[in-house]
């Protein structure tokens, strides 16, 4: 298989590497990094318990290949806190009771994150469209709606 | 004194901080310096005599480090049926069955070298419906019972595919029927499903030279697997180790060894070496396991003014091509069968049935969602014969303290009918006549009810590890898979002790050290642990009581003990969070409270013919849901617009937590009334992937889903609580399957209720309920 070396920006580092050239952005975040919070659930695009941030627009990444990375900029639920603390997402997924196997949490996390990202004040049926690729088989959503509202009006950056 | 009460508060669940910095670690997310990857060659046929296996080609695969066949290994395995193989071996009963295994040194090589495997088959006709199954002649999924060992509630029928026949029977169901003034019958039955958590089946394990078997796997029940792993093994129990990761949602999925045998296999080869299989979502639909298909025939009688006189209930339950909890899940759908009904007459026949498919096991409700749907339609059937309305029906007949259940007990600690006339408010029933909105959709309401009992007899324990700082440290042997239960039963630690939430640890699951547990089953944990829990918290506090009356120097029987609290007759006191002021702590024994609690005592056993008892239950959930949907007679598409669900957790230790799991109960199961099956071309599944099997997203939840909690405390429950990880699935479908017969005068009888037989039954609307003319 072709090597090929790829830079990107991860969690706000620069990094460099040398992959072979079909190997999937998921599987760099996991195995090269070492940063387990992105999950596999599906390998197919279909459940976005892999979904990270690309330029801040959420993206499936057991479907892109790592090459498509290069020179971007990526973000996993690892970088969601700041300073040591749970960035408002975060903190309202506790408060509203949106968690329970946690297995989709990092996914529907980041999606979340890429909705507010661009719409930041989004309506209850936009956060419904903003999630309808990410699957919790636990939840039953609503909780998790409700906390992406509650995180839009809270203030504060991030 | 810090006296939180900690009982009856929504604290956050203690590992969500985990859940949502990506720092929970699951079975996946592990790895062990130079572990080998396994990769499974699967049987390409329902049902085959295995002819060969030539693995020349395999070997020669650069990185392969292990190959085993079930040849190598012949061992079997099962928690009520010692039937099934770690691989398969002599012949295989399913497609997709595990046949050769291998580790390599990478997940690539592994894969590549299946690709490598010879195998020769002789075909052998495949048994792939209940119905066929059961009928003469046969071809014999397995050839003689007798030669399996099998617990001793199982009737397996010789000669047959029939694994399990569960019987049951109260008074006289003929002359029950012929009282009656209307009999209705029809059957009802639900296409095979998966539980689709969103973690794969997973394991790593290790096996030492010693005779020592390590698995690290993301299972429900521990101990139910270090005890069936060392029977099969034929290892002392303290030579198996099973290390519980974080699961990934279970539902009953991983209550069976499905990774497990094929790596422990594999690592047996290669002593010392970690080998890590994780299964891809295909392998998930294709060989963990299922909810089987099922096939249930209810025949009701009742006097005209609505009074049930006799009900009778043949159950045909696909468990697949081995046992697994087929049989159990048999047992308490049989003991679910009449519904939360007063019935005098009654006969219930349920068929737990061998087919060369997919493995039938538990799944969330365990057998009692296919029997709810198949009776609670049913009801509306009756309900419509009688001219009555199906509220009233139900009423009139449901279960209330003191009535006779089928199996003979005197029940207490009933809320049928408060959950009925809860939903019933919360839906508005009193107005449900069907709209026509002005798009010319059709918006009807339905309703349904249920009992389900929780597996008994059983036992649990806890340990309380108490720390000088006055913080411990919990050990139980139950699993947490999102249901909240370590905070819950962290919360009744912390009540019982005076402390914080933050003074409590829970101890992550181990067999080589926690306690044993039997199941993390059967909506069971909150009573069973808490039990222990609450008894283990008490220990500590006698403990401390000796320890403060050495300190003290007075007799210890005049130290009064409160709520992590001591005083003692001269005025002195101490509290857990100022353990080390007190300085009764000094060298002496740890303080070590431990906890029990089992059913035993309580359980009656039952009758082996009628299965009556005085006390076969510890405890039933009751509960009903009522619904409102929309029905769009143009594409046949349903819209749950709300759904209205009462369910009795005993007492709500952590209340959104109740909510969290009916919630989430609920959208499960309208996934299972409209979208969800697994669909076959003879053995082959056509969608074993997550874009041809549905779940729902948020598009397809209810629009509003309002839990009522109702807190009917149980007098042997920890502070009256009782379980609700799965009540909240049951009657979701039954009642959606109701309305939709209100809308469209049809009734659907097999689910999902998808939108081409939505048109179809718009189609042929004819009669609404088939009944026979008595
Ligand atoms: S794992 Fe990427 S979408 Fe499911
Ligand atoms: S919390 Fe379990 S899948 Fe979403």
């Given amino acids: 298989m072709k090597e090929i070396e790829l830079r990107f920006r991860l969690n706000g580092e620069e990094q460099r590497l040398t992959v072979p050239s079909n190997v999937t952005l998921l599987h760099v975040i996991r195995e090269h990094f070492g940063l387990m919070g992105t999950k596999e659930g599906c390998g197919e695009g279909e459940c976005g318990a892999c979904t990270v941030l690309m330029d801040g627009r959420p993206v499936t990444s057991c479907i892109i290949l790592a090459e498509e990375a290069d020179r971007h900029d990526i973000m996993t639920v690892e970088g969601l806190m700041k300073d040591g603390k749970l960035n408002r997402l975060q903190q309202a997924f506790l408060d509203e009771g949106a968690v329970q196997c946690g297995y989709c949490i990092p996914g529907m996390l980041m999606s979340a994150q890429g909705l507010l990202n661009e719409n930041p004040h989004p309506t209850s049926q936009e956060i419904r469209k903003g999630i309808e690729g990410n699957i919790c088989r636990c939840t039953g959503y609503n909780r998790i709606v409700n906390a992406i509202h509650k995180a839009s009006q809270d203030e504060g950056d991030s | ?774």
């Avoid at chain 2, 691989?87 to 997709?96: N, Q, T």
């Avoid at chain 2, 059961?134 to 007798?146: C, I, N, Q, T």
């Avoid at chain 2, 839906?427 to 909105?437: C, Y």
């Fill in chain 2, 1 to 774: 004194m810090s006296q939180k009460n900690h009982i009856g508060e929504s604290v956050t669940h203690i590992d969500a901080w985990d859940k949502v910095t990506g720092s929970a670690v699951y079975c996946g997310d592990m790895s062990f310096l130079h572990q080998l990857y396994g990769a499974v060659y699967r049987s390409p046929f329902s049902h085959a005599k295995i002819i060969t296996i030539d693995l020349a080609e395999v070997w020669k695969t650069p990185g392969v480090k292990a190959v085993v066949t079930g040849e190598d290994f012949p061992r079997l395995y099962g928690q009520y049926v010692v039937d099934q193989p770690f691989l398969a071996f002599g012949k295989v009963r399913f497609k997709g069955e595990p046949v050769v295994a291998i580790a390599a040194d990478t997940p690539e090589s592994a894969a590549e070298a299946v690709k490598k495997v010879h195998a020769v088959f002789e075909e052998l006709p495949a048994v792939l419906d209940v119905y066929e199954a059961v009928a003469e002649g046969a071809p014999l999924v397995h050839d003689d019972w007798s030669k399996y060992s099998v617990a001793d509630f199982i009737r397996p029928e010789p000669g047959t595919n029939i694994c399990d026949h569960f019987q049951l029977s109260k008074g006289d169901m003929d002359a029950g029927f012929r009282e009656a003034d209307v009999i209705d019958e029809g059957e009802f039955s639900t296409p095979m499903i998966q539980h689709v958590t969103i973690e794969t089946h997973c394991a790593i394990a290790q096996c030492l030279n010693d005779g020592t078997v390590n698995v690290w796997s993301p299972c429900q029940s521990p101990f139910a697997m270090r005890d069936q792993l060392a029977a099969a093994l034929k290892l002392p129990l303290r030579k198996v180790r099973v290390i519980a990761s974080s699961i990934g949602g279970a539902f009953g999925g991983k209550n069976e060894m499905r990774v497990e045998p094929i790596v422990i296999a594999l690592a047996m080869k290669v002593p010392g070496k970690h080998v890590k299989l994780v299964f891809t979502r295909e392998e998930e639909f294709l060989s963990s396991v299922v909810r089987g298909e099922s096939s249930v025939k209810v025949k009701l009688g009742a006097k005209n003014d609505g009074t049930l006189t006799a009900v009778k209930v043949e159950t045909y339950l696909d468990t697949g091509a081995y046992a697994t909890t087929g049989p159990r899940v048999n047992f308490i759908a049989g003991f679910a069968s009449s519904g939360p009904y007063v019935v005098p007459n009654i006969k219930v026949d349920g068929y737990c049935v061998s087919t060369t498919r997919q493995i039938g096991s538990s799944f969330r409700g365990f057998g009692v969602s296919e029997i709810a749907w198949a009776y609670e339609s049913q009801m509306d059937c009756l309900a419509k014969r009688l001219k009555m309305d199906p509220l009233d029906l139900r009423m009139k007949n449901a279960v209330e303290d003191g009535s006779i259940s089928a199996t003979g007990e005197r029940l207490f600690s009933v809320s049928a009918k408060q959950c009925l006339q809860a939903v019933a408010d919360a839906i508005d029933w009193k107005n449900r006549d069907p709209v026509i909105t002005p798009e010319g959709k059709i918006r009807t309401k339905g309703i349904a009810t249920f009992m389900k009992p929780t597996g008994t007899p059983s036992n649990s324990s806890a340990v309380v590890r108490l720390n000088d700082d006055g913080t411990v440290n919990v050990m139980i042997g139950g699993m947490e898979m999102g249901q909240s239960m370590t905070t819950v039963i962290a919360q009744m630690v912390a009540h019982e002790l005076g402390i914080s939430m933050d003074s409590v640890e829970m101890t992550p699951v181990d067999t080589e050290y926690c306690p044993f547990e039997k199941h993390s089953s059967a909506s069971r944990l909150t009573f069973h642990i808490g039990n222990a829990a609450v008894r283990a918290a008490k220990d500590v506090m006698e403990q401390l009581r000796r320890l403060a009356a050495i300190a003290w120097n007075v007799d210890p029987r005049a130290i009064k003990a409160g709520r992590g609290e001591l005083t003692g007759p001269g005025g002195q006191s101490v509290t857990l969070p100022e353990l080390r002021k007190a300085s009764i702590l000094r060298d002496q024994d740890p303080v070590i409270g431990k906890g029990a609690y089992s059913t035993s005592d309580i359980y009656v056993p039952l009758d082996p013919v009628t299965r009556q008892s005085a006390r076969p239950m510890i405890y039933w959930m009751w509960g009903a849901q009522a619904v409102e949907i929309e029905v769009d007679p143009e594409t046949g598409k349903i819209q749950v617009l709300k759904v209205a669900a009462a369910h009795d957790v005993g007492r709500a230790i952590n209340p959104v937590a109740c909510y969290q799991q009916i919630e989430g109960a609920v959208s499960m199961g309208v996934g299972h009334a409209l979208i969800e099956e697994m669909i076959f071309d003879g053995g082959d599944i056509l969608n074993a992937n997550m874009v041809d099997y549905k779940v729902p997203t948020i598009a397809d939840i209810p629009l509003e889903t309002q839990v009522i909690l109702i807190e009917n405390g149980h007098p042997e429950g920890p502070y009256g609580a009782k379980g609700i990880g799965e009540p909240g699935i049951i009657p979701t479908v039954p009642a959606i399957g109701n309305a939709l017969c209100e809308a469209i005068g049809e009734r659907i009888h097999r689910l999902p209720m998808k939108p081409e037989k939505v048109l179809e039954a718009l189609k042929k609307r004819s009669e609404h309920c088939h009944a026979p003319t008595i």
